[in-house]
């Protein structure tokens, strides 16, 4: 194979907990008198981290935020893990695909999540310890849409293996424009998976798929090899 390894994003590529987040946002924003609507999180915040959606809530909608920001993110999280334990998030066929790709090449994620909402969900679907290297919210400098994350996964892989990667070699799955700028400013292969946002956002893939459960290792490897033409990828 001329695949190396692969970086998956996190919520709304493995696990359907967008819904989740808009929700822990909503009865967040609530609890300060701030209505928040699905229209204005998809279209405007949905690809950032906590810190960063926080920030754009205080600059749009007036959320007081100085001083507060440790504590909004840990009431976040606590609103948000009470969601999670009621049930399993990870999209159909998300553990089947994952456990078949890790099996193949070193596999990543990179998200704006918190950490220990991504070991939580990886751990509620029987897929803890199945991916060695998290760059989760904070972890970097910068988060998506710059280059951070991915740049830090590729080379905490390259570490782990002991060798050095190419970036295009390597194949980042993505469900948002963010995502995707992200990815290919560190230089790696795309695939969008219209999940959050309709395949026409995703124009900036090498490949645009329904979902997880459509990605397959010859997928994985044609995208790397530039076997698949702009045509085919929509």
Request: hydrophobic share 40%.
């Amino acid at each position: 194979m001329t695949l190396q390894a692969v970086v998956f994003d996190f919520d709304g590529v493995l696990a359907d907990s967008e819904p989740l987040h808009l929700r822990v946002y909503q009865e967040l924003l609530a609890e300060e008198g701030i209505p928040f609507t699905a229209e204005e999180y998809y279209a405007h915040y949905l690809g950032y981290d906590d810190i960063g959606v926080f920030q754009a809530l205080q600059q749009h909608k007036g959320l007081r935020v100085d001083g507060r920001m440790q504590w909004l993110i840990d009431r976040k999280t606590e609103i948000f893990q009470a969601l999670v334990r009621r049930g399993d998030v990870l999209f159909p066929g998300a553990g089947t695909c994952l456990r078949q790709v890790a099996g193949a090449v070193p596999v990543a994620i990179a998200s704006g999540a918190l950490r220990e909402e991504i070991e939580l969900i990886l751990r509620g679907g029987g897929l803890d310890g199945l991916v060695p290297i998290i760059v989760a919210s904070g972890d970097t400098p910068r988060s998506k849409p710059a280059p951070d994350p991915y740049e830090r996964a590729v080379a905490l892989l390259a570490e782990r293996t002991g060798s050095p990667l190419s970036p295009q070699r390597i194949v980042a799955i993505e469900d948002s424009r963010w995502g995707l700028e992200s990815a290919r400013g560190a230089g790696l292969r795309t695939i969008g998976v219209t999940t959050s946002y309709p395949a026409e956002e995703l124009r900036g893939a090498d490949l645009v798929l329904p979902d997880i459960s459509h990605v397959t290792l010859d997928l994985l490897d044609q995208v790397v090899a530039g076997a698949t033409s702009e045509s085919g990828a929509r």
